[in-house]
């Protein structure tokens, strides 16, 4: 009796502990796991929408879906999908599957949440354009409207089953749409209507199929588009539709003040989507006399619809600037799954745990891009932006390509690329150029104030590239006060950008155009120029050393190190601090690979680099996102779109969350994001969190311990205090996999986390870890 009292008296307080613990973590609820992704696309700009088991819309990059309780799931390289960038979708009712077509010709069929892919076209070495218009589905089979012809895609073997190439004279030839019609295949191509009978011949054989434009009617002119209404055939040429009755064609509708953008069955009816050169836009449905029964026009709703579906009395539009709505009656709603604007290129940072990213850009050749897009704002989870489309004074401020955080009251500091310098305080804009501050207009564009880098000193100073102008170097000091410095150098283009501030509170400037690195101390006044010093840093031996004067990128380490990314890999300055008075020539890591050693990135160009709270490296190339080790000699990671959901390769900006040790990576295509494994320490033990936790039955994922103090050590012991393992935290988390010192599972139960701190050697229970049987 006694032994089952005591067994009661253990589940009691197991059960106590699991709930105790679920409700104190109930807060991290949103925090990924260790080595997940996540995605952060654009999802306004919808070009297709198709009925299935559910609702599917394709957007420029990705696809959403909407259930029957109006449950939106988005899908992605993140949830398994092979590819980025939709041209269009197609569903098939025999096997309840989504086709997807990619703009690279790639195609993945998705049923439920299995994705299976047919890789054949794009890995084919047939030239011309494989580029996938539009899918027919039929009977298992899904039809494929190519610029090379019709491709069929079996969907029950995944695979190719035939390819019919049916231009003139047997010749490639682009082909809009497709589909069969009362035992016939109709194929919209360039060259006309083209029909062939479904069963009895070789579809392949181009002389099989007939072309019935510039016959019956039908004029001899491309034709953009075929589909069934009402058991009656439809052709769009142009904009104007043609009917198929009594063996002839007839023009049915035609609106020269109206183009057509897409044309589509809804039931007896015909869907319209018209969009004029104005950019007024419409979708109209047309009964079987191409009378207009209704019209569907909401300016900054509809603005340019792609495609339109009917179901069950509802019109869903996919319109590439407003995303996909549903009208019925004389309402609707919209269905934007939570994204930015688009891709951006710009600095991202953080603050208080919100991170702001410039959307803007330039070319290769520093000239802006006329980008609208403004600031993306990523705060609690949710997107939202702020620029010309909604901010009227901010109507002339594009290209905002550079951010500082302001620690003294959470504000933000902007740059547009000749819009001059922004200052955004919640609701509170103010822009600085001409006439309130010392910007000036780069030579030979007087209109144009280019602020090009930002950043802050010890001194809470805003320093200011200001690229292209005389004097290109800008503070605006804590005072408030504006003062303008030429840099005493001869640069190409005056060409200044990045600004970072080293531990001796000095200024290492990035010169692009193939100029260097500038490193400036301003000594004891800023407004006293008397004890000023400048030094270039260049390639060569005495010079700075650098791989290259063409210098993309600059990060300061936790050593107080500067490291340089050129388009020729990295160098490191390791006497920043003490550079005026013993300067030294920037050295190249030596990384060891295979069984060759090479200088880091040698080769490479270096686009960004962020450090991690281990003092690791995450570095942004033109061939994917790197983690190297503190000292970088040696790769820990290497993410490329072949073995990652990267959407592409060239990796523009990264930054991390310090809190959660989130990694974003900002490409040409848009953000992903990748809970890393290192976050910042912090100088004591008091805030530690464990995700997840409890740790659910079967999870086989990394356990996350955040909020340790610095490189601290931590140990995980069982409740009799025997130690089950031990690590060093990467910064301020450390990382368990759930194993003991023979790499079992551990039995579940709870788990003491013990904190060692590395400074005071003094040990304490930090937190508990629950793990639930089933792992």
């Not at 902007?414 to 780069?442: R, W």
Request: aromatic content about 10%; overall charge neutral.
């Amino acid at each position: 009796m006694r032994q089952y009292f005591k067994y009661f008296l253990r589940l009691s307080f197991l059960v106590y502990s699991l709930f105790a613990i679920a409700t104190a973590i109930t807060a991290q609820s949103n925090l990924q796991p260790i080595g997940y992704w996540r995605e952060h696309f654009n999802y306004q700009n919808t070009t297709t929408v198709v009925q299935g088991n559910k609702l599917y819309c394709a957007t420029q990059n990705n696809v959403f879906s909407i259930d029957a309780e109006q449950n939106v799931e988005r899908y992605s390289k993140v949830t398994g999908l092979n590819d980025v960038g939709v041209s269009t979708i197609g569903w098939d009712n025999t096997t309840q599957q989504l086709v997807i077509a990619y703009n690279n010709s790639n195609v993945d069929v998705l049923k439920g949440s299995i994705v299976t892919n047919i890789s054949d076209i794009l890995r084919s070495n047939i030239s011309g354009n494989k580029s996938i218009n539009s899918i027919f589905c039929n009977a298992g089979l899904a039809y494929l409207s190519s610029g090379l012809g019709i491709i069929v895609a079996n969907l029950q073997s995944y695979d190719i089953k035939d390819t019919w190439i049916i231009g003139n004279n047997g010749n490639q030839v682009n082909i809009n749409a497709c589909l069969l019609f009362n035992q016939q295949f109709y194929a919209a191509t360039d060259e006309g209507l083209k029909t062939a009978p479904a069963i009895g011949l070789n579809l392949a054989n181009y002389s099989n199929w007939n072309n019935i434009s510039g016959t019956n009617g039908l004029p001899a002119l491309p034709v953009n588009n075929v589909i069934a209404a009402n058991n009656t055939l439809y052709a769009q040429i142009q904009n104007s539709i043609y009917v198929l009755q009594n063996n002839n064609w007839s023009l049915w509708y035609n609106d020269s003040n109206w183009p057509i953008t897409k044309i589509e069955p809804a039931g007896n009816n015909l869907l319209v989507c018209q969009r004029t050169a104005t950019g007024n836009s419409r979708v109209i449905t047309l009964n079987n006399t191409a009378t207009i029964i209704n019209t569907i026009a909401v300016p900054n709703v509809i603005s340019f619809p792609k495609d339109a579906i009917m179901v069950n009395n509802t019109t869903w539009i996919a319109d590439y600037y407003g995303g996909l709505s549903a009208f019925n009656n004389n309402s609707y709603q919209r269905y934007i799954p939570n994204g930015p604007l688009g891709p951006a290129s710009g600095d991202m940072v953080f603050n208080n745990q919100t991170l702001y990213v410039a959307a803007g850009s330039v070319n290769a050749a520093w000239n802006y891009q006329y980008n609208r897009n403004g600031i993306y704002i990523l705060q609690d989870g949710s997107w939202s932006d702020i620029g010309a489309f909604n901010t009227p004074i901010l109507d002339s401020t594009l290209d905002f390509i550079t951010l500082a955080a302001d620690k003294r009251d959470g504000s933000i500091w902007a740059g547009s690329y000749g819009g001059g310098l922004v200052h955004i305080n919640n609701n509170n804009i103010q822009i600085f150029k001409q006439s309130n501050s010392t910007l000036q207009p780069a030579i030979g564009d007087p209109t144009s104030y280019r602020v090009s880098g930002l950043a802050f000193d010890a001194n809470n100073n805003l320093w200011i590239a200001n690229y292209g102008a005389p004097q290109n170097l800008q503070v605006l000091q804590n005072n408030g006060s504006f003062n303008a410095f030429a840099i005493p150098f001869s640069l190409t283009e005056n060409a200044v950008s990045q600004i970072v501030i080293d531990d001796a509170n000095q200024l290492w400037i990035v010169s692009p155009k193939n100029n260097g690195l500038i490193c400036y101390n301003y000594g004891n006044s800023i407004t006293a120029t008397n004890d000023d010093q400048w030094r270039m840093l260049q390639s060569g031996v005495g010079k700075g050393n650098l791989p290259s004067n063409n210098v993309y990128c600059l990060a300061k380490d936790k050593n107080g190190f500067i490291w340089v990314g050129t388009d020729n890999g990295i160098g490191v300055v390791q006497c920043a601090a003490n550079y005026f008075q013993q300067p030294c020539d920037a050295v190249w890591p030596v990384i060891q690979q295979d069984q060759f050693a090479g200088y880091l990135f040698q080769g490479q160009q270096v686009q960004c680099i962020a450090v991690d709270g281990a003092n690791r490296k995450w570095v942004g190339t033109n061939n994917g996102a790197w983690l190297v080790s503190a000292e970088g000699d040696k790769i820990i990671q290497h993410f490329t779109v072949s073995n990652s959901p990267l959407p592409d390769n060239n990796v523009q900006k990264i930054s991390i969350e310090p809190t959660t040790g989130e990694v974003f990576i900002s490409t040409f295509t848009g953000i992903m994001s990748y809970r890393g494994t290192a976050t910042e320490g912090s100088s004591t033990n008091d805030s530690v969190l464990v995700f997840p936790n409890p740790v659910p039955p079967g999870y086989t994922g990394t356990i996350a311990i955040r909020g340790v103090a610095e490189n601290a050590l931590v140990k995980i012991a069982d409740l009799s205090g025997r130690l089950v393992y031990q690590t060093q935290a990467l910064g301020g988390q450390a990382v368990w996999n759930g194993l003991n010192y023979k790499g079992e599972k551990v039995a579940s139960g709870i788990y003491l986390v013990l904190i060692r701190d590395q400074v005071t050697g003094q040990e304490k229970l930090a937190t508990k870890i629950v793990i639930i049987s089933g792992r």
